[in-house]
């Protein structure tokens, strides 16, 4: 079954200190992860997808395999990264749907 | 370019009553999907449609069904609502395997 585990609603962090949002997953297969944002009265958009590598907006997520695993992490947070932030996987083969997360929302604060 | 738009942005309905939200997309995408957000539960796949004429259940499709009426639309009905429907919905559309998802900017339900 998938299944994506995000075991923080809620992180606290000052401005300026690193950020880890934690994502653990469930997957019998190889699954294509990603990592989306949803910032306050706005629509989910996609912050980074672990095929492309990318660093977008300072947050990087790398794909652990042993520890079925695809953190995302920025060393030093700002306060308009305060938003709801999804983990989510799908399969990397067919067009399936994204399995999501319960989400962390995270709270930078000044 | 509108993208994906969602009708009505919010809506209030009685117990028993009936509704259709709307899903529109100008991005000739193939997939569509409609996902409903709660609190502490995250999004969660009510059904999708893969391509224009085919439509799947997900993980929560009790209470609902949905309508492929062209590739641009893709229709969420609710015939009898229930308080346990209020929720936030999101619509999704992606172009195929391997593309980027694009979201709407949700229909806020409120059922009393």
């Known amino acids: 079954a998938q299944r994506v585990t995000q075991p923080e609603k809620l992180l606290s962090v000052f401005k300026g200190a690193p950020v880890e949002l934690k994502c653990n997953y469930s997957?019998?297969?190889?699954?294509?992860l990603f990592w989306y944002v949803q910032y306050s009265r706005q629509r989910l958009q996609l912050l980074l997808r672990?095929?492309s590598r990318e660093s977008i907006k300072g947050f990087t997520a790398d794909l652990n395999k042993g520890e079925t695993s695809f953190h995302l992490k920025k060393p030093f947070a700002q306060e308009e990264d305060s938003a709801m932030y999804y983990c989510?996987?799908?399969?990397?083969?067919?067009?399936?749907?994204?399995?999501f997360g319960k989400g962390t929302r995270l709270s930078v604060i000044a | 370019n509108a993208g994906v738009t969602q009708t009505p942005k919010f809506q209030v309905l009685k117990t028993g009553q009936s509704m259709t939200l709307q899903c529109a997309q100008d991005?000739?995408?193939?997939?569509m999907y409609w996902y409903r957000q709660d609190p502490g539960m995250g999004l969660r796949l009510i059904y999708y449609?893969?391509?224009?004429?085919?439509?799947d259940k997900g993980e929560v499709p009790n209470g609902y069904n949905v309508s492929r009426l062209n590739k641009r639309e893709f229709s969420l009905r609710l015939e009898s609502a229930a308080p346990s429907q209020t929720s936030v919905y999101f619509c999704?559309?992606?172009?195929?395997?391997?593309?980027?998802?694009?979201f709407g900017q949700g229909t806020r339900l409120t059922v009393v």
């Open positions: 997957y019998s297969g190889s699954p294509e």
């Open positions: 672990h095929i």
């Open positions: 991005m000739n995408h193939n997939s």
């Open positions: 449609s893969a391509s224009e004429g085919t439509t």
């Open positions: 999704a559309t992606r172009a195929g395997a391997g593309a980027e998802a694009f």
């Open positions: 989510a996987l799908r399969s990397l083969s067919g067009n399936t749907p994204l399995v």
